[in-house]
C-alpha cells in the first residue's frame, strides 16, 4: 500500500508560511536548499516539494535585499578570487603567450 503524501493536509496558508520560513532561514545557513531541507524535515514533507513551493512563490516575490545583494556579490568576490588564483597558479609554469602556433 502506497503511503499518503503528507503534503495533501498542509494548507495554503501552510504552504506560504514555509515558503516565508525557507526565506528566514536561507540567510542563517550555507545556500537555499539548507534552508529548504530543513524546513522540509519540520514538516514532514519531502525537500522537492517543497522546493516547488518555494520556485512557484518565487515568480510573484519581492525583489532582492539589499542585504542580500551584498552577500551574493560578497560570495562571487570569493569565487573570483579563487578561481584568479587557481589560473595564475596553472600559468605560473608556462612562458609568455605569444599568440603564433609552433
Known sequence: MIA????KRLTL???AAAVQ???KVATEVSSR???IELV???LEVHPNTLRNWVVAAGRDAAPVTTEQAE???REHKVQLAAATE?????TAGMGPHTGRRA
Open 40 to 42: 522540509a524535515e519540520t
Open 4 to 7: 499518503e503524501r503528507k503534503y
Open 33 to 35: 536548499w539548507r534552508a
Open 21 to 23: 520560513t525557507v526565506a
Open 71 to 73: 552577500r551574493r556579490a
Open 86 to 90: 587557481l589560473i595564475a597558479t596553472l
Open 13 to 15: 496558508e501552510l504552504r
